[in-house]
């Protein structure tokens, strides 16, 4: 479903992601795991064709972003670190623009968003404006608006950032019923190694640009005699997790700037 061969992405003379190369299968929640500024984000705007890589090759639902990005784009929907929900619409108003354009036709359109407002528990409060809603809300509620156009792919980046242990749980409890019921692959970046050994089929650790190690959690510490993902990461790389706030502010920018025509 995602293939990776020998990606780069460099600024200047610091290579952000180096020579990173992966296969996702479909049906599969694959998590990308590593520090801040390990390069996750990076790769996910690479592979959301955002950011143009310096070499290297992307399959995505066995096309290429470079040749047929439209058709590309369509097969994929995304999350961002950042709120990109309008808190002044109501939960339905936002479904509703999200359908529009990604030209979900009407019927379809309206019973995708009462199915998906269903299963992320957010049915009730389907009138009420986003800027009353709490934090885990607004993020199911983007992950719910994410799926509305039935895609293929569904990259979430650090989706549970700053969230309640117990609305993590709960947003990933909801993922993972639509990705069984659907097979809809998932590509999720987080810091949180707990996090990607409960959910994730199988993990690629990133680090310093390098991905140091992929496999089912079970095999990442069978292989580095661990006992969890946590102890695997300071195995493979030396150093523990570095836990800072994420905060890059314009990926949505970006992304409504690149429907728009332009492109870094
Ligand atoms: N446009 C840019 N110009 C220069 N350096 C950049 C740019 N974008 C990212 N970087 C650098 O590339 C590295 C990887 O950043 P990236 O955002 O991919 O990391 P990350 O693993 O997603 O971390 P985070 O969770 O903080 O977003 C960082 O050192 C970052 O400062």
Redesign the pocket.
Known sequence: MIRVQNLVKS??N?T??NDVSFDVAAGEIFAFL??????????IKMLTTLLRPNSGAIELDGLNPETHQNEARKRFGIVF?DPSLDGELSAWENMEIHGVLYHVPGKIRHKRAEELLKIFELWERRNDQVKKFSGGMKRRLEIARGFLHTPRILFL??PTLGLDPQSRNQLWSHVKKVNESERVTVFL?T?YMDEADRVAHRVGI?DH?KLVTVGTPKAIKEQTGTESLEEAFLALTGSTIRD?S???ADQMRQFARMWSGGR?
């Open positions: 600024f200047g610091f952000a992601v590593g520090p801040n500024g390990a390069g996750k984000t990076t790769t670190q980046d650090e970046t810091h990133i640009g800072e994420a905060g890059s870094r």
